[in-house]
């Protein structure tokens, strides 16, 4: 029961931003939005590591067939999280810590 109700608020959830949303050169574009520059640099940092680690198996016919290798992207991005989870961490205690000696 409990994930049939979660399935149904997440759907209910996506309506909204898929009917906001239209697709502007492969791009989820949102209008007057803030993310949509992170997003886009979301989408290149992840493309140049992607397109940096495919690896060129075969040609036919003219066609070029590669494999991609998606482990440093997924490294990078988890790295990233992690990273902004200790800086928050960091913040945190320092603002703690002030607030204590006022």
Avoid at 29 to 38: A, H, K, R
Wanted: charged letters at 15%; hydrophobic letters at 50%.
């Amino acid at each position: 029961m409990k994930t049939k109700l979660f399935l149904l608020a997440t759907l209910l959830l996506m309506i909204p931003f898929t009917l906001m949303a239209g697709e502007k050169q492969g791009y989820v574009y949102f209008e007057n939005s803030d993310i949509v520059l992170p997003m886009r640099l979301q989408d290149i940092a992840s493309g140049l590591l992607i397109d940096g680690n495919k690896t060129l198996i075969d040609t036919i016919n003219g066609v070029e067939q590669y494999s991609y290798n998606f482990t440093p992207s997924l490294w990078f991005w988890i790295s990233a999280a992690l990273l902004s989870v200790a800086l928050v961490c960091v913040v945190w205690h320092k603002a703690s810590k002030n607030k204590r000696k006022a």
